[in-house]
Nanobody, 126 residues
Framework: QVQLVESGGGLVQAGGSLRLSCAAS????????MGWFRQAPGKEREFVAA????????YYADSVKGRFTISRDNAKSTVYLQMNSLRPEDTAVYYC???????????????????WGQGTQVTVSS
């Protein structure tokens, strides 16, 4: 079992920044690819960003490319999502997730993830 706890959400004005953190416990963190997903009201959960076990490869949804950065600190068992130039359409509950998969197709899809955090709310005002 892997336990994931997100933090860092909040209310921010359009154009502002937030950094989300996700602390993992329970298993060897470096054995897992990590991802961020989000779900806006009335919409399905969607992929935001992911990175492989070492952090050497990162993947982004087109909607956040160039604005968001995913990173990880394996020594701290934590994954981060730096969000810049936020837009009202980024408003959602953000979830981090852990995957044992090595396949890009898996870690860019929620079906590839076995463990999920409870989410943190991000609200961007216009």
């Amino acid at each position: 079992q892997v336990q994931l706890v997100e933090s860092g959400g909040g209310l921010v004005q359009a154009g502002g920044s937030l950094r989300l953190s996700c602390a993992a416990s329970g298993r060897t963190f470096s054995n897992y690819a990590m991802g961020w997903f989000r779900q806006a009201p009335g919409k399905e959960r969607e992929f935001v960003a992911a990175l492989n076990r070492s952090g050497g490869s990162t993947y982004y949804a087109d909607s956040v490319k160039g604005r968001f950065t995913i990173s990880r600190d394996n020594a701290k068992s934590t994954v981060y999502l730096q969000m810049n130039s936020l837009r009202p359409e980024d408003t959602a509950v953000y979830y981090c997730a852990a995957s044992r998969s090595l396949a890009i197709a898996a870690i860019t899809s929620e079906n590839g993830y076995s463990y999920w955090g409870q989410g943190t709310q991000v609200t961007v005002s216009s």
